[in-house]
């Protein structure tokens, strides 16, 4: 939490203002591999399930959903996007993954 407060703090890009229909490739090609194209494939990665995005979306700040994308978390590896991409596949993500927590999914951090 921190680490997300001080990268904060540097002035991050606004994430909330990407083009979902732009994200839906960026999805595809960056996330669908292990989280599936309904965001519950959870595709195991060093023993650790891809975590359930129809639950982790809604359940995170653009921004932290951004951290998370960029920077990694756990056993998901950093991806390499722009910060446009990132803004357009957060977009997307709300938009297709409406699940809300229900406390079942593991999550890093709290
Ligand atoms: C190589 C497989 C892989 C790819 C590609 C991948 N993820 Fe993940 N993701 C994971 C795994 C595994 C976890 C669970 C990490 C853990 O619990 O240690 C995870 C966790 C997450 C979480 C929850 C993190 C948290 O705070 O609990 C989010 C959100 C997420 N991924 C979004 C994405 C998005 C968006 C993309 C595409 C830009 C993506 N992932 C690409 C494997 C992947």
């Not at 703090?9 to 909330?16: I, N």
């Not at 060093?46 to 639950?55: E, I, K, N, P, T």
């Not at 978390?73 to 990132?86: F, R, S, W």
């Amino acid at each position: 939490m921190l680490l997300i407060v001080s990268l904060l703090a540097c002035g991050s890009p606004d994430y909330s203002n990407g083009d979902a229909s732009a994200g839906a490739s960026v999805y595809a090609s960056a996330c669908e591999s292990c989280h599936g194209a309904d965001g519950a494939a959870g595709v195991a990665v060093d023993g650790v399930a891809a975590a359930d995005l129809q639950f982790e979306t809604s359940d995170q700040t653009d921004d932290e959903l951004a951290d998370v994308i960029l920077n990694g978390a756990g056993a998901m590896p950093a991806q390499t996007l722009t910060d446009t991409e990132t803004a357009d596949c957060i977009a997307y993500m709300r938009q297709t993954f409406t699940g809300t927590d229900t406390g079942d999914t593991a999550e890093i951090g709290g």
